[in-house]
């Protein structure tokens, strides 16, 4: 089982980027990170207007949701 997105993670490890490598102010790495992380979650969220849940949520191989009321059977990129 491949691992899940931890927007934390993702937004901690941008900021650090940005501040030690690239020398910029905290506020500007924090923009970066915010953007970064929208960006990603909505790349991992279903376009299917039935289900609108996350990757994690679906079974890649079978493409089915794992919520139970949900009606979705294929993810939608």
């Known amino acids: 089982m491949s691992h899940t997105f931890d927007p934390n993670e993702l937004y901690n490890?941008?900021?650090?980027y940005y501040i030690d490598k690239k020398g910029?102010?905290?506020?500007?790495a924090n923009q970066?990170?915010?953007r970064v992380v929208q960006r990603e979650k909505s790349r991992r969220t279903c376009k299917n207007v039935k289900c609108g849940h996350?990757?994690?949520?679906h079974?890649?191989?079978?493409?089915?949701?794992?919520v139970l009321?949900?009606?979705c059977r294929e993810f939608v990129i």
């Open 13 to 16: 490890r941008v900021v650090h």
């Open 24 to 28: 910029y102010t905290k506020e500007k």
């Open 32 to 34: 970066i990170a915010q």
């Open 54 to 57: 996350s990757m994690d949520d």
């Open 59 to 66: 079974i890649r191989t079978k493409e089915t949701c794992l």
């Open 69 to 71: 009321d949900c009606e």
